[in-house]
Nanobody, 123 residues
């Protein structure tokens, strides 16, 4: 059983930065790969970034490469998403999720989800 709570969203101007945090419960946190997804109004939920259990392997969707960085601190049961050079098209509700699957880009492979945090980027 894992419970996830996102925080750190807000309103920023284009070109600004935010750092999202996802706090996880449970002693098994380090067993999970963690992902960030986002969902904009009238859009499907989409993959953003993924990090494996020890942080050695990360993946990003093409549109955020070079701007977003995913990291984790297993001692604090927390995963982060540092978002730099934000663009209006990054506006969405951002969700963290946990999976034991190696198929990291597919939404349905994630067993646990947080409630989401709103990120709004103005032009």
């Amino acid at each position: 059983q894992v419970q996830l709570v996102e925080s750190g969203g807000g309103l920023v101007q284009a070109g600004g930065s935010l750092r999202l945090s996802c706090a996880a419960s449970g002693r098994t946190f380090s067993s999970y790969s963690m992902g960030w997804f986002r969902q904009a109004p009238r859009k499907e939920r989409e993959f953003v970034a993924h990090i494996n259990w020890n942080g050695a392997d990360t993946h990003y969707r093409d549109s955020v490469k070079g701007r977003f960085t995913i990291s984790r601190d297993n001692a604090k049961n927390t995963v982060y998403l540092q978002m730099n050079n934000l663009k209006p098209e990054d506006t969405a509700v951002y969700y963290c999720a946990a999976t034991l699957s190696s198929i990291w880009a597919l939404l349905h492979e994630y067993r646990y989800w947080g409630q989401g945090t709103q990120v709004t980027v103005s032009s």
